[in-house]
Structure formats: C-alpha cells, structure tokens
C-alpha cells in the first residue's frame, strides 16, 4: 500500500519562501511519479508540479513556473517542492500525490492521496 506523509505547510508573507516534503513508502521508484495538487477554497484540485523517479524529469503548471522547483531523493523515496516569490494566489491546501505518469498530471490518474498540508500566504 502506497503511503504518503506530507510536511513543511504554513503561514508566509507575500514574497516570502516554503519547502514542503513528501516521505513516500510502500513502492519502489519505478513503480510511480510523486508530486503535488493544491486546492483553494471554492476551486477545482489542480496539479502543480510532479517528479519521475524513474528519469529525474519534472513537470511545473504554468502557473509555479519560474518560483517554484520539485526535487527528488531516490534512496528516501521523498520529493521536495520549493516554493520562492510566494503570492496570496497560492494559498490552498497541498496534496502530495502519486500516479502513474508526470506527462499526465491529472487528479483523475492519481492512485494515492498524501492527507494535504495548509499553505497560506498573506498580502
């Protein structure tokens, strides 16, 4: 069974700097991509960035390009999403995820769901 254990959530001013974790375990890396949907109150759950173990390739929506970076950790099963030049727009909730591919980052081929951490961002 995939598990999924997300941290780094919080309080942050505009502008200002996070780094959420997901320790991941119950799958060897080839098995599934791991990264990261976010959903704000009223919104639809969007994907927001994604890791392939399998390659070291990443995925960033358009809206994170140029602030936010996804890394991964082979040997730790466990992706690092740093968030930079943070903006009210980006308060949610952060999910961490994993499905089958990057290419194809859509809540509706997620096969497991970390519990979401808070990300709130204050103007």
């Known amino acids: 069974e995939v598990q999924l254990v997300e941290s780094g959530g919080g309080l942050v001013q505009a502008g200002g700097s996070l780094t959420l974790s997901c320790a991941a375990s119950?799958?060897?890396?080839?098995?599934?991509?791991i990264g990261w949907f976010r959903q704000a109150p009223g919104k639809e759950r969007e994907g927001v960035s994604c890791?392939?173990?399998?390659?070291?390739?990443?995925y960033l929506a358009d809206s994170v390009k140029g602030r936010f970076t996804i890394s991964g950790d082979n040997a730790k099963l466990t992706v690092f999403l740093q968030m930079n030049n943070l903006k009210p727009e980006d308060t949610a909730v952060y999910y961490c995820?994993?499905?089958?591919?990057?290419?194809?980052?859509?809540?509706?081929?997620?096969?497991?769901w970390g519990q979401g951490t808070l990300v709130t961002v204050s103007s």
């Open positions: 995820a994993a499905g089958p591919f990057c290419s194809a980052w859509h809540a509706r081929y997620v096969e497991a």
């Open positions: 119950g799958f060897v890396s080839a098995s599934y991509d």
């Open positions: 890791f392939d173990f399998r390659g070291g390739s990443t």
